[in-house]
């Protein structure tokens, strides 16, 4: 992502590792010199970028003046949707970029699955899985926390609710992170075959079950498609894609990002290892300290209006930069203190309004179990590595999390 703000006359990139590797000293400083920012980003064009906590939720909450959707503010397609071909169109469109009714159909076809007490009936098999990872980890003095336990529990877990087979989701993870490794509109072209293996294996997954189907999220779907007016073809791949990538990122990056905060602050995982209790606020923390998405979808602005002292026309785009909000002195007390007891904690890292994160209480739930079976097992848990070895993904989607964290186990 790049940035240019006219009144300031500065180049900000926020694609450069050394940016990426700690933005929180530039959103500080933006949040106090020019709370708004020109960007560019992938597939959107030039925008603003919103960084103050208060002009982040605003935009969040207010559908009427900020749409999901480019056709929904101004009645026009948006670039990609002119250019890009079909098939990459056909991942784009979902919930996340829908307005209205279409979004509250679409978002009502699923949330059911992911009611507080829906995801409170997967309590026994999260915390199977979470202490099957961990004795395999523990096997050894040192081991990844990424790749052994930060992202093989969540894509498990939305990987069974939605069906997803065992041998399929190392495949559809390799092929969704080299999709939103681009960071531009050219590199797409690139990545047009992994689209094509996507859309293929979608398809032989939805075939099968479509010829039998089982008791997951994927075949209710398929039967909601089939009934008629509900869901369409291409909406239904789009619907899985979404819940089988963001059912799992964003739990990859609390788990990982929140453990580096633990490791990094002694005091406040000695604090959590004394009291359990403190587990739901340690979640919470983890969340707004180093939030796993930084940045939410470009949102449209429908009238005329101002956000953050600038004046907004009709057509305009924001990003609302969630990581920057959460870090808002305007809104927390010591915002760049790690204190897994804060409370009152209002941060934005799952969104607010009507776009809320659909999967935020089973991300917490999952959260909640790891990091409670995390510190009791591995009471000593500390890097293995300086902090200057860690390397952070680049990714178009916002997301910011670890490429790898090696620990010592005790």
């Known amino acids: 992502m790049r940035i240019r703000d006219r009144h300031l006359g500065i180049d900000v990139n926020f694609a450069n590792p050394a940016a990426w590797a700690d933005p929180y000293p530039l959103y500080a400083w933006l949040r106090e010199a020019s709370p708004m920012v020109r960007c560019r980003q992938p597939f959107v064009g030039r925008a603003w970028a919103a960084t103050r906590y208060d002009d982040v939720s605003s935009v969040l909450k207010d559908p009427k003046r900020f749409k999901s959707s480019h056709s929904g503010a101004n009645g026009r397609q948006a670039i990609y949707e002119r250019v890009l071909p079909r098939l990459v169109q056909g991942f784009m469109k ?9 979004h509250r159909r679409l978002r009502g076809l699923v949330a059911k699955a992911f009611t507080p007490a829906r995801v409170e009936q997967l309590e026994s098999r999260i915390d199977g899985i979470v202490t099957q990872l961990l004795d395999r980890a523990m096997a050894s003095a040192t081991f990844d926390l990424m790749a052994a336990f930060a992202l093989p529990l969540p894509l498990r877990i939305i990987s069974e609710l939605l069906g997803v087979e065992a041998h399929e989701r190392a495949n559809f993870r390799r092929a969704m992170v080299r999709i939103i490794a681009d960071r531009s509109e050219w590199s797409l072209i690139y990545r047009l075959p992994t689209y094509w293996e996507l859309r293929r294996m979608f398809d032989r997954m939805l075939a099968r079950k479509r010829a039998r189907p089982t008791d997951d999220l994927t075949s ?51 604090r959590l290892r004394d009291d359990p209790s403190l587990v739901p606020s340690a979640i919470e923390e983890m969340l707004r300290f180093d939030s796993p998405a930084h940045f939410s979808a470009t949102r449209y602005v429908a009238e005329r209006c101002e956000v953050g002292g600038m004046v907004l026309e009709r057509g305009d785009k924001i990003l609302p930069m969630l990581g920057a909000a959460n870090r808002d002195g305007r809104a927390f007390d010591e915002p760049d203190a790690f204190d897994v007891g804060r409370e009152p904690n209002r941060h934005v890292a799952f969104g607010a309004g009507p776009h809320f994160c659909i999967g935020a209480h089973l991300s917490r739930f999952e959260g909640r179990i790891a990091l409670t079976r995390l510190v009791q097992r591995c009471p000593g848990l500390r890097l293995a590595v300086g902090r200057d070895a860690l390397r952070w993904r680049q990714n178009n989607s916002g997301l910011r999390g670890l490429t790898a964290l090696p620990v010592r186990g005790s």
């Open 220 to 270: 209710d779907l398929i039967a909601v498609e089939q009934a008629g007016d509900q869901l369409t073809a291409e909406e239904l791949v789009s619907m899985v894609f979404l819940l089988l990538f963001a059912g799992h990122e964003t739990t990859v990056n609390l788990l990982g990002n929140g453990t580096l905060a633990l490791l990094e602050h002694p005091e406040q995982f000695a």
């Open 94 to 102: 979902s919930m996340v970029s829908s307005d209205g009714d279409d």
